[in-house]
């Protein structure tokens, strides 16, 4: 009878060597997939901000009247603008300082907030006065329940400034109302150097509130650039005069997921202003 025979020590390490082959190439190929996936996954990421920035500039700048003085500053990396939060209807003739909203035809895209939110009133013209017809821009001091000439539900709104009293003998029912707060769109460096499409707006104090972020980061250069033109399409840095906004944004992924591999992803949208 023949005996059986054992495994060779050659065979052992050769079997070892083919082992440890095989697992470091599938390790390989597990850590590629892994790297591609991340990879992916931040280039979606990139293209969700570079459109969030667009979408966020776009549905601002549509709703700004230049004619009107919505523009407050133009440069190529910042715009400041009245930014509309609101519309509605005087339905009662206006107190000293204060006017009442028919609620049945409020518009609002958020509740009306006295610390940031400004009103532009419409008044006629008067001739006894010889004043034309203007918006009177107001500070708004508080919100609270009304009710219109013909009882129906309505928001009072206090409002401040200097001649308001004298300004509001102008107003009459029927009357449209803007609200809007002040609002910078700029491009700003963070505190690790990053770059991004940040909104800021007026402090208490004086001055600005810090910058909080939309989009980004940017690239360093050519990641937020704006460009205004006029109705001829010529280019302008008069805020009253501007036709259309031109806006380039160039967003990147925060790191790159793969050697040499840096996720990237840019978009240039033209937006018309609204007229008078």
């Not at 001091?141 to 013909?150: L, Q």
């Amino acid at each position: 009878m023949t005996r059986p025979r054992g495994v060779t020590l050659v065979e052992c390490l050769a079997a070892i060597v083919v082992s440890g082959v095989l697992m470091a190439a599938a390790y390989a190929l597990l850590l590629t997939g892994s790297r591609l996936a991340r990879a992916e996954s931040s280039l979606l990421d990139v293209r969700r901000n570079v459109r969030a920035a667009a979408g966020v500039l776009r549905a601002e700048l549509q709703g700004v009247s230049a004619d009107a003085g919505d523009l407050l500053a133009i440069s190529d990396s910042a715009v400041t603008l009245r930014a509309q939060r609101g519309f509605g209807v005087v339905c009662a003739p206006p107190g000293v300082s204060s006017i009442v909203l028919d609620d049945s035809l409020l518009s609002l895209l958020r509740t009306i907030d006295p610390t940031k939110d400004v009103a532009l009133v419409y008044a006629d013209g008067n001739p006894l006065t010889s004043s034309d017809d203007r918006w009177l821009h107001a500070t708004v001091t508080w919100v609270r329940r009304g009710a219109c000439a013909n009882g129906a539900a309505g928001t009072m709104l206090s409002l401040g400034g200097a001649t308001i009293a004298a300004d509001l003998a102008d107003v009459g029912s029927g009357a449209p109302v803007r609200l809007y707060e002040v609002l910078e769109y700029r491009r700003y460096r963070d505190a690790a150097g990053l770059w991004w499409l940040g909104v800021r707006g007026p402090a208490s104090g004086g001055g600005w509130t810090a910058s909080s972020p939309i989009a980004g980061p940017l690239a360093s250069r050519g990641g937020l650039v704006f460009r205004f033109t006029d109705t001829l399409g010529i280019a302008t840095a008069t805020p009253n005069e501007v036709a259309m906004v031109e806006v380039a944004v160039h967003v990147v992924a925060a790191r790159a997921h793969a050697p040499g591999l840096v996720r990237q992803d840019s978009l240039v949208a033209r937006i018309a202003v609204r007229g008078p």
